[in-house]
């Protein structure tokens, strides 16, 4: 196995298949969730940079079969590099929430203050459903703050959540945004496993209720969970980068990825959810 990781370790800005598994920063994951193969086994090869170059899009994408135990990467140094959650946080934010009853359900309102924000879809009164789907900061920053320092940091390190560190009380409404919170997407793949075998620490109410509200698209043939993310986001001083994460639900498997790119200042944002949508076809999985 070692050596498998190591041969392919000198191919890192490569598009791979490989096999390993995803230890936690601070604690092994059970190994219900990342299954311990003693051989190695046979790896379906797909190639994902084309995907990179035909959207000329520069960043990293990992899917990984569960029941095989696969991994399917493209750039797999960046895979393993931390970064800002930005709204990906969303999730461990919804989960935070409801566990603590800081928020009644997904279907409380919370009122819009008035204020008018770069997007008009945040400009009303927002429900957790509502809000999720449309990505509103306002609406998790009210969240956040209604949870506190103290209770944030503790669910943070409870569930091991990337390097569960959340910095001072005085940004406990922006730290995923741009504090010290920092989350590879190895890791965004490990907590996304974690939350589909309800082996977080909250009650398998709350987590059921997020994983309903995470659905963007359901056929008959697969369902996808999915929440997007965007660093820096209006920033032409920092690096702007884009996160897709989630899972597709298809037969009896699931898929879990982790897309991670750079926007430019005026870049699509539309481009991580493509991107990740052209590399699940080609694994014949839409």
């Not at 709204?87 to 359900?105: D, H, P, R, W, Y």
Request: glycine share 6%; aromatic share 10%.
């Amino acid at each position: 196995m070692n050596q498998i990781v190591s041969c392919f370790g000198c191919l890192a800005a490569s598009s791979l298949a490989i096999i390993l598994t995803l230890p936690a920063r601070t604690q092994p994951v059970p190994e219900s969730i990342t299954p311990q193969i003693e051989q190695p086994v046979d790896a379906i090869s797909a190639d994902f940079s084309q995907h990179f170059q035909d959207l000329e899009i520069e960043g990293s994408i990992l899917i990984y079969d569960l029941n095989r135990d696969l991994i399917y990467q493209h750039n797999p140094a960046r895979n393993v590099t931390p970064f800002l959650p930005a709204s990906t946080f969303k999730i461990f934010n919804s989960l935070v929430a409801l566990e603590t009853g800081v928020i009644a359900n997904d279907l409380a309102i919370l009122t819009w203050d008035g204020v008018d924000r770069a997007f008009p879809t945040w400009n009303r009164d927002l429900n957790m459903r509502t809000a999720l789907q449309v990505s509103a900061v306002w609406f998790y920053q009210v969240l956040a703050r209604r949870i506190g320092y103290d209770r944030m940091q503790h669910w943070v390190s409870s569930a091991n959540y990337g390097n569960q560190t959340i910095g001072s009380s005085e940004a406990i409404d922006r730290f995923w945004l741009n504090g010290d919170l920092r989350i590879t997407p190895q890791e965004q793949i490990q907590f996304l496993q974690r939350l589909y075998h309800n082996n977080l620490p909250f009650s398998e109410d709350v987590m059921a209720v997020v994983k309903d509200i995470l659905i963007v698209e359901q056929t008959p043939d697969y369902t996808i969970r999915a929440k997007s993310g965007w660093v820096a986001f209006g920033r032409v001083d920092r690096m702007q980068i884009g996160w897709y994460v989630g899972y597709i639900e298809q037969g009896e498997n699931v898929y879990f990825f982790a897309t991670n790119i750079d926007i430019d200042v005026d870049g699509d944002g539309e481009a991580r959810m493509e991107l990740t949508r052209r590399c699940l076809k080609t694994l014949q999985l839409l």
